[in-house]
């Protein structure tokens, strides 16, 4: 079935650093792919999402490039705030009407980041 | 416009004892969906409802937790019987019609002790 794997936390970097967090899915069809983000004691709150192969997700200086020959969805930044620690979830969309209707979430991944 | 709304934020509850939570989504959303986060696990999809409907709840254990969305008043996501093991962060999505893959706005959540 869909499922995906981030990378596990916690992330610890200083502010203006570059931020990688890895994603990675198995799918079949061509499933919409998201990030999402959790602030503390807080929802989640959709950051940015890619509907196919190629398509660049961007908001808030993140971006991801949803590359369906490496099935990734890697999230990153240029330049870190400390406003930006939360927690990061990577989620596969269904593939099609057949395959339910749930989001499939990664465990979710800890930013700190550091002045 | 608000958004998602649930209560309430935090509910204690005894061991034997029900818990409601309590989902209104956003306005013109009419598909409702309910996902559960454990301590240092992602979320899991419960149950996708539209109104007066259950659509999928294969994420739902099967006994003890039930779900509703009335024609009228907000979805309810019941617990009897409440044990250690359901202390947890229940969250309530929404979604437009015709939203396939195009994502969800999340709630606040509710967070579950059971003492």
């Known amino acids: 079935g869909n499922s995906v794997t981030q990378m596990e936390g916690p992330v610890t970097l200083s502010e203006e650093a570059f931020l990688t967090i890895n994603c990675t899915y198995t799918?079949?069809?061509?499933?919409?792919l998201f990030w999402y983000v959790q602030y503390p004691g807080e929802g989640l709150q959709l950051l940015l999402k890619?509907?196919?192969?190629?398509d660049k997700g961007s908001n808030k200086g993140f971006e991801a490039t949803y590359r369906k020959e490496t099935t990734s969805f890697h999230l990153e930044k240029g330049s870190v705030q400390v406003s930006d620690s939360a927690v990061y979830f990577c989620?596969?969309?269904?593939?099609?009407?057949?395959?339910?209707?749930?989001?499939?979430f990664g465990k979710g991944t800890s930013l700190l980041v550091t002045p | 416009n608000a958004g998602v709304m649930q209560n309430p934020r935090h509910l204690v509850r005894r061991r034997g004892q029900e818990a409601r939570l309590r989902c209104s989504p956003m306005?013109?959303?009419?598909?409702v969906y309910w996902y559960r986060q454990l301590p240092e696990e992602g979320l899991k999809f419960m149950v996708y409802?539209?109104?007066?409907?259950?659509?999928?709840e294969s994420g739902m254990p099967k006994e003890r937790f039930s779900a509703e969305f009335p024609k009228e008043g907000p979805s309810i996501l019941r617990i009897q019987q409440v044990v250690r093991g359901d202390s947890a962060a229940y969250f309530c999505a929404s979604s437009p019609p015709s939203s396939f893959g195009v994502g969800y706005t999340f709630g606040s959540g509710t967070r579950l002790t059971v003492v």
């Open positions: 989620a596969l969309g269904p593939s099609n009407s057949n395959s339910g209707y749930a989001l499939n």
């Open positions: 799918a079949t069809g061509y499933p919409s």
């Open positions: 409802l539209q109104k007066e409907n259950i659509i999928d």
């Open positions: 306005k013109g959303h009419s598909h």
């Open positions: 890619a509907t196919k192969a190629d």
